[in-house]
C-alpha cells in the first residue's frame, strides 16, 4: 500500500512549524519540519493539507428545494445567522443529503484556503486535498467528542458537527453544547503529550455541574499527539479527495513540480501575447479602462446609497432591483408589531440593568424571532445575559467568536 502524507502548519515560535504525518499499512509517523525540509522530505509525492478548522462553520440547518442548484442558491442564508461575520464572500457546501431536509453545511473563506494552497503548491509541494482538520473526528448521534491538543480542541457532535476553538472556551462551549442539541455524553480524548489533562476535565465537570446538565463525562488517553489520533482513526470520506469536505482548488490539484515549471512557461508565454497585444491596441485600450473605471465608479455609489438606506442588507446582488422589492415590503408592513417591541424591551431592560462589559451592537427581527449582537470582555458575560433572559424567555447563543479580547456573540430570543 502506498504512503499517504498529511501536512499541517503549527502555532510554534520556532522554526520547525510545520508537521508532516505519514500513514502507511495503518502506522502513523510524525515529524516536525521547517518548510524547506518539508519540501525535500516530500520530494514528488502527494499530500493532504490539514487545515485548522477554526476557520470554518458547520451548522445542520432545513434547506427547502426542489433540485440541487435551489438548495445550493438557499445555503447561505440558512447558515448566515450562525455566522459572527457576513456571509457575503464566502463558500457554502452541502455536506450530505441530511433527513427530513435537515442538510449539514460548511462555510468558509475561499480566497484565504487558495492563498495559503497558492503559497505550499508555489514552493513545489504536491496537494491532492485540502480539509479541515477536526471534520476527521468521528463522534455518536447522541455525544460530544472533545479531542484534546496543547492550545485549542476539537470538538464533534450531532451527526457531523464539528469546531475548533480555543480551550479557554471549552468549559462553557461544552455546555452550550450539550443543552443545544440535548446529548447526553461527553467522551473527552487526552493525547500523550498533554501535561493539562486534569485542569481541563475539572473544568468541564464543574461547568456542567454548575448547570445542572446530567451528563455522562468520560475520559479517554489516546497514544500521540491529536493529528496523529485524527489521522489513524479519522472519519475515511473525509480524506477522500473531491469529497465534500475538500476545499482544494482544483486549479492547484496535484500541481507537482513539473507541472509548476509549465504552468511558469504557459505564464511567461502569455504575457509576452498580453505585452504585444496591449502594445497594438495602444490608445484603444487606454480608452476602455477609463470607460471600465466610470463604470465601477458609478456601481460603487449606487451600492454605498444602498447600504446607507438599508445597512441590515449584507448581500447585494442588484442594487436596484432590491432597493425597489425592499420599499414595496417597507410600504405594506405598516409599523412594527408589538410582540417585536415587546420581546426588544424586555431584551434591553436587562441589558441596560447587567453588569458591565455586554454591549448590544445591533439587532433584527423576523418571523417571531429576535436576533441580539453583542460585544463582551468574555464569554462568561455572554453567557449570564443569555440566562438571565432565558427566565423571562427563550433566547440561545447562536455564534461566539473570540478574538482580540473580546467576544462578539449573537443571541436568538423567542417569546
Excluded at 303 to 317: E, S
Aim: aromatic letters at 6%.
Amino acid at each position: 500500500m502506498t504512503a499517504q502524507y498529511f501536512i499541517a502548519q503549527l502555532d510554534r515560535a520556532d522554526a520547525k512549524d510545520w508537521l508532516l504525518i505519514g500513514l502507511n499499512n495503518g502506522r502513523v509517523t510524525e515529524r516536525r519540519l521547517n518548510l524547506g525540509d518539508l519540501v525535500s522530505t516530500l520530494g514528488t509525492a502527494p499530500a493532504t493539507l490539514l487545515l485548522s478548522a477554526t476557520e470554518f462553520v458547520s451548522v445542520r440547518s432545513k434547506l427547502v428545494g426542489r433540485s440541487e442548484a435551489q438548495l445550493r442558491q438557499a445555503a447561505p442564508y440558512a447558515i448566515e445567522d450562525d455566522l459572527a461575520d457576513d456571509v457575503e464572500g464566502l463558500n457554502v457546501r452541502i455536506l450530505d443529503n441530511g433527513h427530513d431536509d435537515q442538510r449539514l453545511l460548511m462555510a468558509y473563506d475561499p480566497s484565504a484556503v487558495e492563498a495559503l494552497c497558492t503559497a505550499i503548491t508555489d514552493r513545489g509541494i504536491t496537494l491532492n486535498a485540502a480539509i479541515p482538520d477536526a471534520a476527521l473526528l468521528k463522534s455518536a448521534k447522541d455525544e460530544l467528542t472533545v479531542l484534546l491538543s496543547p492550545t485549542t480542541a476539537y470538538l464533534s457532535f450531532a451527526n457531523g458537527h464539528f469546531v475548533r476553538i480555543d480551550t479557554a472556551l471549552l468549559p462553557s462551549i461544552v455546555c452550550r453544547l450539550v443543552r443545544d442539541h440535548e446529548l447526553g455524553k461527553v467522551s473527552l480524548l487526552i493525547p500523550s503529550d498533554i501535561t493539562n489533562a486534569t485542569s481541563s476535565a475539572g473544568e468541564i465537570s464543574d461547568a456542567l455541574s454548575k448547570q445542572s446538565l446530567d451528563v455522562s463525562l468520560k475520559e479517554k488517553s489516546v497514544q500521540g499527539t491529536a493529528s496523529s489520533y485524527l489521522i489513524r482513526n479519522g472519519d475515511e470520506e473525509v480524506t477522500r479527495e473531491h469529497s465534500a469536505w475538500d476545499v482544494l482548488p482544483d486549479s492547484l490539484r496535484n500541481l507537482g513540480k513539473g507541472a509548476l515549471l509549465q504552468k511558469w512557461g504557459y505564464a511567461l508565454a502569455a504575457g509576452i501575447c498580453i505585452a504585444a497585444l496591449a502594445l497594438h491596441i495602444g490608445l484603444s485600450w487606454q480608452s476602455i479602462k477609463e470607460k471600465t473605471a466610470e463604470l465601477s465608479a458609478l456601481k460603487v455609489e449606487q451600492q454605498a446609497a444602498f447600504t446607507a438606506v438599508f445597512p441590515d442588507v449584507k448581500r447585494i446582488v442588484n442594487a436596484e432591483a432590491q432597493a425597489k422589492q425592499l420599499l414595496a415590503e417597507l410600504q405594506n408592513s405598516g409599523p412594527p408589531p408589538a410582540e417585536f417591541l415587546d420581546v426588544l424591551y424586555q431584551s434591553t431592560e436587562l441589558l441596560n440593568s447587567s453588569e458591565d462589559g455586554l454591549e448590544l451592537t445591533g439587532f433584527s427581527f423576523a418571523d417571531g424571532v429576535l436576533l441580539l449582537r453583542t460585544e463582551s470582555s468574555d464569554m462568561n458575560r455572554l453567557e449570564k445575559y443569555r440566562g438571565e433572559l432565558s427566565q423571562l424567555l427563550s433566547a440561545e447563543v447562536v455564534s461566539a467568536e473570540s478574538s482580540d479580547n473580546v467576544v462578539r456573540g449573537a443571541i436568538r430570543i423567542r417569546r
